[in-house]
């Protein structure tokens, strides 16, 4: 009989993008007016998650990487139906960037002892770089599919996963052997609400479990800005292009200029 399978769903806690900042000194994201949310498509990889459990059991874990602040959000997670939540907190891993908070993620779910499958959402609203999952995927020598748009099904006695991913210009079917990484497209499903019943327990009674670096056998100097190999060394702002504003007040010439103007387009 196989053993019951764990998904583990990564998830970030990030501002609105409307809001947020950049600091031109720093040269890093300033969040500190901006007002917080669960990362969107981490969202949509919940909902796969819990979607997976509902049909073949298992357990539903959360790991994220981040402040205290994000703890709250976690445990919404936990209303909506994951079983344990994770946060790795520690004061040494400000300013990481995707090559560091890929490995420190790693190093969580080694920690939890692995997992069958790993959900992750395609990318983070105020990074977008799109590179956590596949760098988990290669710290833990899983297999790995990006904008996953929809898991078609796990076989557990077979270990393999099969999933629908886009491509330019349709999408393909591919089978992947477990465990596996699942790059989790925005918007695939629409995550279910939180339960209430279950928020009350997971605002009230859940203890969550937090990780520092030493937990996860890490020193200060491989994490933060001095680990991180990426740096943000300028910030150019790109202004939208301004329309013309033509105003034409004789009505009698309107229409001929109106004609001059879209002939003279290319």
């Known amino acids: 009989m196989s053993p019951e399978p764990v998904y583990i769903v990564t998830m970030k806690v990030v501002p609105k993008t409307e809001e947020i900042r950049f600091d031109p000194v720093t040269k890093t994201v300033d969040r500190s007016k901006a007002t917080n949310e669960i990362n969107p498509a981490d969202k949509n990889a919940l909902e796969e998650a819990l979607k997976l459990k509902d049909k073949y059991g298992g357990k539903v874990i959360v ?7 994000f703890e709250p959000f976690l445990r919404t997670a936990l209303a909506m139906g994951a079983d344990d939540a994770i946060l790795i907190s520690d004061k040494a891993l400000a300013g990481s960037d995707a090559y560091v908070t890929s490995m420190v993620l790693a ?11 790993v959900l992750c959402g395609e990318e983070s609203s105020d990074g977008s770089t799109g590179q956590v ?54 918007g695939i499903n629409t995550p279910r609400f939180p339960d209430f019943r279950r928020k009350r327990w997971a605002e009230k009674e859940y203890k969550m479990t937090i990780w ?5 056998g890490l020193k200060p100097e491989e994490v933060g800005l001095t680990g991180s190999p990426s740096r943000v060394k300028t910030l150019i702002e790109l202004k939208p292009p301004e329309r013309m504003r033509k105003i034409i007040t004789d009505p009698d010439q309107a229409v001929e200029e109106i004609i001059k103007i879209i002939k003279s387009i290319k």
């Open 63 to 69: 790991l994220s990487m981040g402040p205290p602040f």
């Open 107 to 117: 190093k969580g779910i080694q920690k939890i002892g692995g997992a069958t499958l």
């Open 133 to 186: 999952p596949p760098g988990i995927a290669t710290w833990l020598g899983y297999s790995l599919a990006t904008f996953v748009s929809k898991i078609i099904s796990l076989d557990l006695e077979n270990k393999k996963v099969v999933v629908r991913r886009t491509i330019k210009g349709g999408y393909e079917d591919i089978d992947l052997p477990l465990p596996a990484v699942l790059a989790i497209e925005l």
């Open 212 to 216: 520092n670096i030493h937990d996860l």
